[in-house]
């Protein structure tokens, strides 16, 4: 422990599992207060026990704006002051081809996935502009960069927050307030091993097939993106605002592509080199 975030208050959505999970614990390892969000009651409160009087569960659905400015206000009366704003929780969603996506679903996907980060942005930004200090950081994806890594409504949401967060730190940069997003590529959690696997408990064979193709030869885990999330929390990031930080091993937003290029006969690569285009 360094104590980077020695003295701040961070609530982080989707905070009982995965990478919300991942993400308060470390940021308690460094000396913040976290207040958790989530909709597994009984997980959410576990883990408050176990990780003690430096934490808080509260129970709150992210589509509903009431609920959110509630979270907000509880972290303030609990420990006095808000510093990070991690609106992280997310769902897959809609999924299928677009002639056959049910209105109702899409809706509903971008109710948790993005509308939930305007709300948590906005009253944060509420309780952070009087203090003119503060820093709110959305979970986007790859998917948010590049299409083709996930359904429709997904894929949209997350285009979109990338969108909102770098529209939102030009106006909340002047209150001293700094907005970022992180871009997580396939990262092993509940969630992404009932995509690969069709089990949300088999973490083991998710992480075999996550890892495939990767460049660095290894599965992404939360504790990878909580450590993104650290660097943004912290005042080490005090000059970035606005970015996307993408954390993927370079295996989806770039790819491989560059692979077969260095892997190409040196002789011809040469000569294409020598060539004029």
């Known amino acids: 422990m360094t104590g980077r975030l020695g003295g701040k208050v961070a609530v982080v959505t989707g905070g009982a ?54 979270l907000v206000e509880q972290a303030v009366a609990r420990f006095g002051r808000l510093d990070c704003m991690f609106n992280n929780a997310g769902i897959l969603g809609a999924v299928g081809p677009i002639a056959q996506t049910e209105a109702g679903d899409w809706q509903r996907t971008m109710d948790v996935l993005l509308n939930s980060v305007f709300y948590g942005i906005k009253h944060a930004a509420r309780v952070m502009m009087p203090q003119r200090s503060g820093t709110i950081i ?61 089990d949300a408990s088999a973490l083991d064979e998710a992480s075999r097939r996550i890892a495939r193709g990767v460049p660095l030869g290894r599965p992404g885990y939360p504790l990878d993106i909580a450590n993104a999330a650290l660097y943004l929390a912290s005042d080490e990031s005090s000059w970035t605002n606005g970015a996307v930080l993408v954390v993927d091993a370079g295996g989806e937003v770039i790819g491989d592509r560059n692979h077969r290029f260095f892997e190409m006969d040196s002789e011809i690569v040469q000569e294409a080199g020598r060539k004029t285009h």
Do not use: W
């Not at 940021?27 to 990780?51: K, S, T």
């Not at 979970?139 to 894929?155: D, E, I, M, N, V």
């Not at 967060?165 to 092993?188: K, M, Y």
């Open 138 to 198: 959305n979970t986007a994806s790859t998917a948010g960069l590049r299409a083709g890594l996930g359904p429709h409504a997904y894929t949209t949401a997350k285009h979109a927050i990338v969108g909102l967060t770098q529209s939102v730190a030009t106006e909340l940069g002047r209150h001293q307030i700094r907005v970022n997003a992180i871009a997580p590529g396939a990262t092993v959690s509940g969630m992404t091993a009932y995509v690969s696997t069709g």
């Open 17 to 70: 599992s995965g990478i919300g999970e991942g993400t308060v614990r470390r940021f308690l390892q460094e000396g913040a207060r976290c207040v958790l969000a989530d909709l597994q009651d009984e997980r959410g409160a576990e883990l408050a026990a176990e990780l003690g009087a430096d934490t808080l569960f509260v129970h709150a659905d992210v589509s509903d704006e009431v609920q959110v400015a509630n």
